[in-house]
Antibody, heavy 121, light 111 residues
Framework: EEQLVESGGDLIQPGGSLRLSCAASGFTVSSNYMSWVRQAPGKGLEWVSLIYGGGSGTYYADSVKGRFTISRDNSKNTLYLQMNTLRAEDTAVYYC??????????????WGQGTMVTVSS | QSALTQPPSASGSPGQSVTISCTGTSSDVGGYNYVSWYQQHPGKAPKLMIFEVSKRPSGVPDRFSGSKSGNTASLTVSGLQAEDEADYYCSSYAGSNNFEVFGGGTKVTVL
C-alpha cells in the first residue's frame, strides 16, 4: 500500500524554524514529483512547494519563497520541508502529497494525514 | 482570497444531483486541461475525485463527473448519498509562475 506519514509539526514562535518530514512507503520518493500542500484552520487548500522526481527542480508558492526549502533523502525515502522565518499566517495543517501520474506534478492521489504547525507567541 | 472561485455551499436531497462550479481565468482553468477535484471530510486528508477535467481515478464512483467550459469547470455529483456530504475543492495548473491554484471550497450538504 502506498502511504505517506508526516511528522514534525509543533507550536513555534514567530520568526522561528521548523522542519517537517514525510516518510513514504510503497513507492519511491526519489522517482516521483512530490508536493507540500497546506490548509489553514477553517480555510481552503494552498499549494506550497514541489520537488521534481529524478533530477533537480524545486518550486515554491510566492507566499513561502525564500523562507521554505523542500528536499528529500533518498536513502530514507523521506520528503522534507524546512520552514524558516515563520509567520502567524503559516499556521496550518501541512500535507505531503504525490500526484496520480508520473507524467505531470498535479492531481494528488496519495496524501499524508497532515501535521499541524502553529505559529504563535 | 483563493485564485479559483467556488460557491461556499451547495445542497441536495438524497438521489438528487448537485453541480459545483469553479471559475478561474484563461491563465489557469481556461488555459489547461489540468483541473482536479478533491473531496474532504472533516479532519481527513483530501481525496482525489476527478483529474484532467473529467477523468476518474480507480475506485471513484461514476456518480462523480467533471466538465469544463471556457474558464469554468464543474463537478456534478449524481444520485447524492449521505456519504457525499463533504467539502469539495477544485484545483488547476496555472502555468510556470503560479503552478497549482485551488478554489476556496464548497460545502455540500445532503438534506
Amino acid at each position: 500500500e502506498e502511504q505517506l506519514v508526516e511528522s514534525g509539526g509543533d507550536l513555534i514562535q514567530p520568526g522561528g524554524s521548523l522542519r517537517l518530514s514525510c516518510a513514504a512507503s510503497g513507492f519511491t520518493v526519489s522517482s516521483n514529483y512530490m508536493s507540500w500542500v497546506r490548509q489553514a484552520p477553517g480555510k481552503g487548500l494552498e499549494w506550497v512547494s514541489l520537488i521534481y522526481g529524478g533530477g533537480s527542480g524545486t518550486y515554491y508558492a510566492d507566499s513561502v519563497k525564500g523562507r521554505f526549502t523542500i528536499s528529500r533523502d533518498n536513502s530514507k525515502n523521506t520528503l522534507y520541508l524546512q520552514m524558516n522565518t515563520l509567520r502567524a499566517e503559516d499556521t496550518a495543517v501541512y500535507y505531503c502529497a504525490r500526484p496520480h501520474s508520473s507524467a505531470y506534478p498535479w492531481a494528488f492521489d496519495v496524501w499524508g494525514q497532515g501535521t499541524m504547525v502553529t505559529v504563535s507567541s | 482570497q483563493s485564485a479559483l472561485t467556488q460557491p461556499p455551499s451547495a445542497s441536495g436531497s438524497p438521489g438528487q444531483s448537485v453541480t459545483i462550479s469553479c471559475t478561474g481565468t484563461s491563465s489557469d482553468v481556461g488555459g489547461y486541461n489540468y483541473v482536479s477535484w478533491y473531496q474532504q471530510h472533516p479532519g481527513k486528508a483530501p481525496k482525489l475525485m476527478i483529474f484532467e477535467v473529467s477523468k476518474r481515478p480507480s475506485g471513484v464512483p461514476d456518480r462523480f463527473s467533471g466538465s469544463k467550459s471556457g474558464n469554468t469547470a464543474s463537478l456534478t455529483v449524481s444520485g447524492l448519498q449521505a456519504e457525499d456530504e463533504a467539502d469539495y475543492y477544485c484545483s488547476s495548473y496555472a502555468g510556470s509562475n503560479n503552478f497549482e491554484v485551488f478554489g476556496g471550497g464548497t460545502k455540500v450538504t445532503v438534506l
